[in-house]
């Protein structure tokens, strides 16, 4: 599997982390701990299309969101961490 870092262009996967689910959604700060052991500790195991986390950290040391499938490990997409401009999408065809 093969990433195309919006930075450095495509490279292999051993210069990246995964680092988490990127669809979850941090608690406020007076939520119950039930709300909070959920967050921390609990994961969901998705089949299909994901958002991922990933660390470029053997190149740009950028922070990456990845659209994958994991089943195929397809990815869809890759984008910078906190962008939201479809500008910033690189369509990205590897397996």
């Known amino acids: ?3 195309n870092c919006p930075h450095c262009g495509e490279r292999s ?5 995964y680092r988490g689910d990127a669809t979850l ?3 406020a ?10 967050y921390v500790y609990l994961r969901d195991n998705p ?14 040391r950028a922070w990456l969101v990845v659209d994958r499938d994991t089943t195929t490990h397809r990815v869809h997409s890759v984008r910078a961490a906190g962008s939201t401009s479809e500008n910033t ?7």
């Open 1 to 3: 599997m093969r990433l």
């Open 13 to 17: 996967l051993e210069e990246f982390t």
């Open 25 to 27: 959604r941090r608690p």
């Open 29 to 38: 700060a007076d939520a119950s701990a039930k709300s909070w052991v959920d």
């Open 47 to 60: 089949a299909g299309r994901h958002e991922e986390y990933w660390y470029h950290g053997a190149g740009c």
């Open 89 to 95: 999408r690189l369509n990205h065809e590897h397996a």
